[in-house]
């Protein structure tokens, strides 16, 4: 019996581990249709697609993303605060779908990552319990408003 080479056994432990990461945090339990508060406590109800590869964040990486659309493009305006707030309630919903319960998630905005590991659009949301965790996130804006947001797994966890 021939054992496997170091670079091999790397290989295999690596892809092993995404395979499991993407089945274990993903999308696919999030609802298709909701709602979000916003900052003004005000219900911005929503539509949601999951998009199965899916190449957004990272390229030529074939991923499963979920792509939120407000169906009033206006509701998560900013009120004279900011868009922070309505981005953390969004945050707040969508790390709901990902990992276990306790998996606390760093939803604002000041504690957000500029990406993860081969990611090429978007933030990164960390997972405070899991290192490995992270959740790609994007947020379409128009007028001041957020139309949408797209977001996914990231390979890892979150960096700089």
């Known amino acids: ?51 199965e590869d899916y190449t957004y964040f990272h390229g030529s990486l074939k991923e499963i993303d979920g792509i939120i659309t407000f169906d009033n493009p206006t509701c998560m305006s900013d009120s004279g605060i900011g868009l922070d707030t309505n981005k953390m309630m969004i945050n707040n919903i969508i790390s709901r779908w990902y990992s276990h319960s306790d998996a606390n998630f760093q939803t604002r905005v000041s504690e957000m990552y500029n990406g993860s590991l081969m990611q090429k659009k978007g933030e990164c949301i960390q ?9 790609t996130v994007d947020y379409f804006v128009k007028n001041n408003s957020i139309t949408g947001v ?4 990231s390979v890892q966890g979150c960096t700089n």
């Not at 997972?127 to 959740?135: E, L």
């Not at 797209?150 to 797994?153: F, K, L, T």
């Open 1 to 51: 019996m021939k054992l496997p080479n170091d670079k091999q056994m790397f290989i295999s432990i690596f892809i092993s581990f995404f395979i499991s990461s993407i089945v274990y945090a993903d999308p696919t339990g999030a609802l298709k249709k909701g709602y979000m508060q916003n900052d003004q406590g005000e219900k911005c109800w929503y539509t949601q697609v999951v998009k």
């Open 150 to 153: 797209i977001h996914g797994s």
């Open 127 to 135: 997972s405070k319990t899991y290192s490995g965790i992270g959740i």
